[in-house]
């Protein structure tokens, strides 16, 4: 299922031009859960299986180096406080979150990733109540767990238990104050 990225509003600095970029890097491609064919299992050889695996495991590898490739691209703050290891890291952690809760599109990841270097912790470890743990591990769409977290850290920044760690830098660069929102 395809998602107009347009709908998703996110400023840590330039965010709009990061997701417009996210959206040709990435395609909303699904990364995890990828279906084969529909044939019956019993009919795929085991070798057509493991060619399967590897690859969506090289599609994943592809999707998740282009994304550490264009994160710095296009919010290059990041730059000033990260080296590519990190993020690179941060990327991988986000990848395994979204796949252990079925969030199947790389923008997730992203934003996660950018959520989790804006705040530097990772996104699950970010709100100490742990309502976000919650939100990730209900039955809700994708969308309706996106929209919730959005809301939650939103919450927990202007009550000032979170700290958008680039905001600062943003402040200074363009002159006001911007959030993650």
Known sequence: MFHKISDITVGVCKMKVLLKILSSVCFLAFITGCSTNSLDSSENSNHEQYNFAQQVEKRNQQLLASLVDELPK????????????????????????????????????????????????????????????????????????LYLIKKRIAELDAAGVIRNKLEESCQCLYGRRLSVF
């Open 74 to 145: 296009t919010t290059p703050i990041l730059t000033k406080y990260y080296d590519r290891a990190t993020i690179e890291k941060v990327v991988r952690y986000n990848f395994q979150l979204c796949n252990q809760y079925g969030l199947n599109q790389t923008i997730y990841i992203g934003l996660f990733s950018l959520f989790n270097l804006a705040y530097d912790t990772e996104i699950d470890k970010l709100d100490t109540e742990g309502k976000i743990n919650e939100i990730l591990q209900s039955q809700i769409s994708e969308q309706e767990k």
